[in-house]
Nanobody, 130 residues
Framework: QVQLVESGGGSVQAGGSLRLSCAASGDTYSSRYMGWFRQVPGKEREGVACIRTDGETSYADSVKGRFAISQDSAKITLYLQMNNLKPEDTGMYYC????????????????????????WGQGTQVTVSS
């Protein structure tokens, strides 16, 4: 099992930056994919960025060029650097881990599927004001 704890959320004005962190513990070496997701009330959770076990990354079109996902060498902490934030980036941000077999929809340029992930943190709120 993997335990995940997010931090770093907050309130910023449009154009500002935030860096989210996700501390992982437990069976972290079994993680094949890790990702960041966001959700606003009344909408489905959506994939924002993900990283594969080989270090390759994928992003939702809405955040390409503004967000960057990274992981420390020990694969204990996952980061999401968010620059040039927009009001539409507002939401609860979650990190997640998949430890099962490889699955393209967990992390690809066309899809970052929440359903592919087994372990989730409690979320951290990001609010961007105009």
């Amino acid at each position: 099992q993997v335990q995940l704890v997010e931090s770093g959320g907050g309130s910023v004005q449009a154009g500002g930056s935030l860096r989210l962190s996700c501390a992982a513990s437990g069976d972290t070496y079994s993680s094949r994919y890790m990702g960041w997701f966001r959700q606003v009330p009344g909408k489905e959770r959506e994939g924002v960025a993900c990283i594969r076990t080989d270090g390759e990354t994928s992003y939702a079109d809405s955040v390409k060029g503004r967000f960057a996902i990274s992981q420390d060498s020990a694969k204990i902490t996952l980061y999401l650097q968010m620059n040039n934030l927009k009001p539409e980036d507002t939401g609860m941000y979650y990190c997640a881990s998949r430890t099962r077999d490889f699955y393209w929809a967990a992390c690809s340029d066309t899809r970052i599927s929440p359903a592919a992930y087994s372990y989730w943190g409690q979320g951290t709120q990001v609010t961007v004001s105009s």
